[in-house]
């Protein structure tokens, strides 16, 4: 067979009609073309995230969550783009359009909710900024921090170093804890029972010193210490501080717990066990 008559099958071939819409035809060819500007739209709209997220809004002074909402929103305004000149090259006019995004419709009733409900979740967080990339979020049981909003779901970091997708809706449906949200500052609680036989100004003066001593303690808002109430074999003590970074607040917690033994050793404080007075009786006829 001659170039020329394979070139000819393959003219052919491209020609032939697949289906129409509203009296528009699409070929083999044109489906070809629109899968291969479809697909390097998709590749150009990731490629200028990476580049806009990792090099050119590093340069300027803007906050993180804020570089990855906007790298975001190019890009999907690229693909966007992308799917409307794609679809030129089917010859497909807008009222055809219509009738197309009409047809996916209805596949969205029947089946997509899911996937429409949380891509419009994750719009909404790009948008509102309820939670942003980094921040420190509780959701149900899940504590960890925000390392990736996609379309469809969150990708969380947890305090085990392992990795959980969160679907967009639950951070927009359900109640979701944002430690870090306008303010990373954090209150800590720190609980220490005491000896009934301790003197309480010495106690309320090394709970001080230990709050006092800390490097990381901030001093503004200042620390208090309360007895909050009188328990079965101790006063029960709380320290509360204020830390600068509520993603260090479990190291500073046990790190203030350890200062606070050593101080009460230094003080001859004693932290008591729980006891509990067993009476015997016996029943003598």
Do not use: C
């Amino acid at each position: 067979m001659e170039l020329g008559d394979i070139l000819s099958a393959i003219q052919d071939i491209l020609e032939i009609e697949i289906f129409s819409v509203q009296g528009d035809p699409v070929t083999v060819g044109s489906l070809i073309v629109f899968f291969f500007f479809f697909i390097g739209f998709l590749i150009l709209g990731s490629v200028i995230r990476r580049l806009l997220q990792g090099r050119i809004l590093k340069r300027f002074d803007i906050d993180p969550g804020i570089q990855f909402t906007l790298a975001r929103i190019t890009q999907y305004l690229i693909v966007v783009i992308g799917v409307l000149i794609s679809f030129q090259f089917l010859e497909i006019n807008l009222t055809s359009l219509a009738v197309i995004f009409g047809l996916l419709s209805v596949g969205i009733g029947f089946g997509l909710q899911n996937i429409t409900a949380n891509f419009i979740s994750g719009l909404i967080i790009m948008f509102e900024r309820p939670i942003t990339v980094g921040d420190r979020v509780e959701v149900g049981d899940l504590e960890g921090d925000v390392i990736e909003i996609s379309i469809r779901s969150t990708k969380i970091k947890s305090m085990n170093n392992t990795f959980i997708i969160v679907p967009n809706t639950q951070f927009v449906e359900n109640n979701v804890v944002n430690f870090s949200h306008g303010d990373p500052t954090f209150r800590l609680h720190i609980h220490v029972g005491v000896s009934y036989a301790s003197d309480l100004d010495k106690v309320l003066k090394a709970l001080n010193e230990v709050a006092e001593e800390h490097p990381k303690v901030m001093k503004n808002p200042e620390h208090q210490v309360h007895l909050r109430e009188f328990g079965d074999s101790a006063w029960e003590m709380e320290l509360r501080v204020w830390v600068p970074d509520v993603k260090e607040r479990y190291i500073l917690r046990n790190e203030l717990n350890q200062a606070i033994v050593r101080k009460f050793a230094a003080y001859d404080i004693e932290i008591p066990f729980p006891q509990r007075d067993v009476h015997l009786r016996s029943n003598t006829n």
